[in-house]
């Protein structure tokens, strides 16, 4: 067999396969060629779908969407948060509001807003409307009452009352007379003013609950037998 290195095969002609003799070319002797390596198949791996395995193999992605993402061909959108903007008394960084963004919040300045005033009640059962001149519905009203009544030692007494309401409850604290003498303080938690001169068996007193909205305080007063003083009392609204 002639194996001169310089000759080499003619890339022209198509040798044949298997067990067959040697093909001789320009007195070269090639030896049969019985396989070519080369993929014998694909094989889909997680996500990925091959179709079919051998020959024209189509290699397709298993892509599931997530929320706020959706998925278009090869391109994925994130349809979410695409920034985030700085509201009332809040900073963030970095200003621009993509990426990682730090979130920092300053509380708000609570500046309480006080109105008062003096009046006083001396009609039927009613209600009294009194302007409070804040502009917003309150959040809290005191009631400061103050009477002065003539008990049987003919020395004239202070007659206090002093009551909260904040929106929902009443309540308050009061002096009173009785039977002509000077009695022991008193609590409801129904009224936040009582004006009582007697609680006793001639009963004569005033007593008021209050509700309130943007403009006014409503005290919705009851009167008891026949008092012998209007019910004057201060009032501070705080919004």
């Not at 002797?29 to 997680?46: C, F, H, L, N, Q």
């Not at 959706?70 to 509201?87: F, L, Q």
């Not at 308050?172 to 303080?185: E, I, K, L, Q, R």
């Not at 309130?212 to 007063?221: F, V």
Request: net charge negative.
């Amino acid at each position: 067999m002639n194996q001169n290195n310089n000759n080499k095969l003619d890339p022209s002609v198509q040798y044949r396969t298997g067990n067959v003799p040697y093909h001789t070319h320009n007195g070269i002797d090639a030896p049969p060629i019985s396989s070519i390596a080369g993929v014998d198949s694909v094989s889909g791996g997680t996500g990925i779908t091959v179709v079919p395995t051998t020959g024209n193999v189509i290699v397709s992605s298993n892509l599931l969407s997530g929320t706020g993402i959706s998925i278009s061909g090869s391109t994925i959108n994130n349809t979410g948060v695409t920034s985030i903007v700085a509201g009332t008394n809040v900073t963030i960084s970095p200003s621009g509001g993509t990426g990682a963004v730090t979130v920092n919040a300053t509380a708000a300045t609570y500046t309480p807003v006080f109105k008062s005033g003096t009046s006083n009640y001396n009609s039927a059962s009613g209600t009294q409307t009194i302007a409070h001149g804040l502009g917003t519905t309150p959040v809290s009203l005191t009631i400061y009452g103050y009477i002065v009544v003539e008990l049987t030692s003919n020395v004239p007494v202070p007659i206090f009352s002093i009551g909260t309401y904040d929106g929902t409850t009443n309540q308050c604290m009061y002096g009173a007379g009785f039977n002509g003498v000077y009695d022991s303080p008193q609590t409801s938690s129904s009224y936040c003013i009582i004006s009582a001169p007697n609680i006793g068996s001639s009963a004569a007193y005033w007593e008021a609950s209050a509700t309130w909205d943007a403009t006014n305080i409503y005290l919705a007063w009851t009167k008891v037998g026949s008092p012998s003083t209007a019910a004057y009392f201060m009032w501070t609204a705080t919004a």
